[in-house]
């Protein structure tokens, strides 16, 4: 659909199975993509990285159950998740132009 040759595309929680899947049709369209490897520049940046804990997971029960250090740590899990690798592959990639 789109060709990505030559460019390196950085996946944060490339582990999982929604950023594997991407990381896969990153790679299909002919990007490097680097999940822990350091090709030098970066030209895509997928925030995957995030989830839930156990604590929070409700599984039937009540979400008013759901107690705030359990909400903290699953916002900070999924917001700092994202933000934190903006900054710092943002800036690079804004050096790169």
Avoid: Y
Wanted: net charge positive; charged share 15%; hydrophobic share 50%.
């Amino acid at each position: 659909m789109f060709d990505l040759t030559g460019r390196v595309a950085v996946i944060t929680g490339g582990g999982g199975a929604l950023a594997s899947a991407m990381g896969a049709a990153l790679i299909r369209a002919g990007a490097r993509v680097a999940v822990l490897e350091r090709w030098g520049r970066i030209n895509i940046l997928l925030n995957a990285a995030g989830g839930n804990i156990p604590r929070a997971s409700r599984h039937g029960k009540s979400p008013c159950d759901l107690t705030v250090d359990a909400l903290d740590a699953v916002l900070r899990l999924n917001c700092h998740g994202t933000v934190i690798p903006t900054m710092v592959f943002g800036e690079h990639m804004a050096a790169q132009k």
